[in-house]
């Protein structure tokens, strides 16, 4: 059979097929965070989800990453069905699901292992229990990790010398009334509005996890970097209703896979970068005071501690504040 007959036959074939067995449907999803999307911990995340979930439904499904510095807007996204899947801080999620507001006190958590262990409780699956009725699906607790303050006036090393400093905030009311009992002039903004006020001198100091300052090269406007680890901030991976309430049985548990893989290589990110962080901004130029009297901070805060007693939930934050490994 000469090479022009076999040919045909076999693009006769493959049409045949094609025809018989249409190729796997193939869902594109769409993942969006507020950092670097190459070297930052959520990034990394985000690049293990895609390849968990693109490998294990052979390919069915496709993540596409995108950075979007505003927080609040991609949770406004996912909520009305726009975008598929956010990694945000909790910064902005308590205006949206007010039980997760309990997870932002100032220290709340003694460290990464009681943040991690209570968050991955059935303490932390209570909360995610609570975004079904705000139009939201609470997937994992991810990391962004203990906050510390940077600014550009002066060292800052007892409550006193962050009185009158205007600092940025995350558009939290938790930690509003935390710096604003501390004296600070609390300015609310999306971190997509951060870097230009900072250069602008609109505000004099901001406070983040070591990667998002090494990350975001926050050392370029700000002098001064203490170690306060005032509060610990949770990260989650959120999902609209709209896609996750079209998943059947099995590829929810594909999902949850994915979901745990970029937990975890999100955390350890954050666990490698903290300390490495410090080193490279003390390189940078930035002058960091390391130890600072934590007692005196939370003495500080003390009014702040009593309103949240009132204004959130008591119960939920003994249980969390009180959360040990179990032996
Ligand atoms: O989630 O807004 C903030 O300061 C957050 O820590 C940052 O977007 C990473």
Do not use: C
């Amino acid at each position: 059979m000469g090479i022009i007959r076999r040919a045909a036959l076999a693009a006769g074939l493959v049409a045949g097929l094609s025809a018989v067995t249409p190729a796997a449907a193939q869902t594109q999803l769409t993942l969006q965070h507020p950092l670097p999307t190459a070297n930052s911990h959520y990034g990394a995340g985000a690049m293990a989800f895609k390849e968990s979930l693109e490998k294990a439904s052979n390919g069915r499904y496709r993540v596409t990453i995108q950075r979007n510095d505003n927080e609040r807007e991609m949770i406004e996204s996912v909520q009305i069905g726009t975008l598929d899947l956010t990694i945000t801080s909790t910064g902005p999620v308590g205006n949206f699901v007010p039980e997760v507001r309990t997870v932002d006190v100032p220290f709340l958590f003694r460290n990464y292992a009681h943040a991690r262990g209570a968050l991955d409780s059935q303490i932390g699956q209570d909360i995610l229990a609570k975004f079904p009725a705000r139009g939201l699906v609470g997937i994992i607790w991810m990391e962004n990790g203990f906050r510390h303050l940077t600014n550009s006036r002066h060292e800052v090393q007892t409550p006193a010398d962050i009185r009158g400093l205007k600092i940025r905030t995350m558009e939290n009311q938790v930690h509003m009334r935390a710096f604003s009992t501390l004296g600070a002039l609390p300015t609310p903004m999306a971190f997509s509005e951060l870097i230009p006020a900072l250069q602008q001198g609109t505000v004099d100091g901001q406070e983040n996890p070591i990667p998002v300052i090494v990350a975001n090269n926050i050392n370029q406007v700000q002098k001064f970097l203490t170690l306060t680890g005032h509060v610990y901030s949770p990260a989650l991976l959120i999902g609209s209703p709209a896609l996750w309430n079209g998943l059947n049985a099995a590829d929810k548990a594909l999902f949850m896979d994915a979901a745990r893989a970029a937990r975890d290589a999100n955390r350890a990110k954050v666990s490698t970068d903290e300390q490495s962080g410090i080193d490279e901004l003390r390189r940078r130029g930035m002058t960091v005071v390391t130890r600072i009297d934590t007692e005196q901070f939370q003495g500080a805060l003390a009014t702040a501690f009593a309103q949240y007693e009132k204004d959130l939930d008591a119960g939920l934050l003994k249980r969390l504040r009180d959360w040990k490994p179990q032996p």
